[in-house]
């Protein structure tokens, strides 16, 4: 069984910086990871993604040039650091994994585990 747990939301100011982190535990399986993130007004949307051995990631437009994802295989952990923050990156954040040595899936239906979710509040 595989468990997610993300952690390092928190509350900052607009053009601040978070480093969102999630570790699995579980089975050892080459994980593709995901970030996604959810507000009550929104359905929950696709961030970045990383290949299983961090060779490539994927980003949502409105994030590129400010977050980056990477992963420490050896500490079964994936990050997002997140600068430049803005209001409208208000969120819970997800992070999801699947069993994949190719890509870094973009659709949360292609995901099969999640974590509980960590709030992102970034004041303006």
């Known amino acids: 069984q595989v468990q997610l747990v993300e952690s390092g939301g928190g509350l900052v100011q607009a053009g601040g910086s978070l480093r969102l982190s999630c570790a699995v535990s579980?089975?050892?399986?080459?994980?593709?990871m995901g970030w996604f993130r959810q507000t009550p007004r929104k359905e929950r949307e696709f961030v970045s993604a990383?290949?299983?051995?961090?060779?490539?990631?994927k980003y949502v437009d409105s994030v590129k040039g400010r977050f980056t994802i990477f992963r420490d295989n050896d500490k079964n952990t994936v990050y997002l650091q997140m600068n430049s923050l803005k209001p409208e990156d208000t969120a819970i954040y997800y992070c999801a994994a699947v069993i994949d040595t190719f890509g870094a899936p973009e659709t949360e239906d292609e995901y099969d585990y999640w974590g509980q979710g960590t709030q992102v509040t970034v004041s303006s």
């Open positions: 990383i290949t299983w051995n961090g060779a490539s990631g």
């Open positions: 579980g089975d050892t399986f080459p994980y593709a």
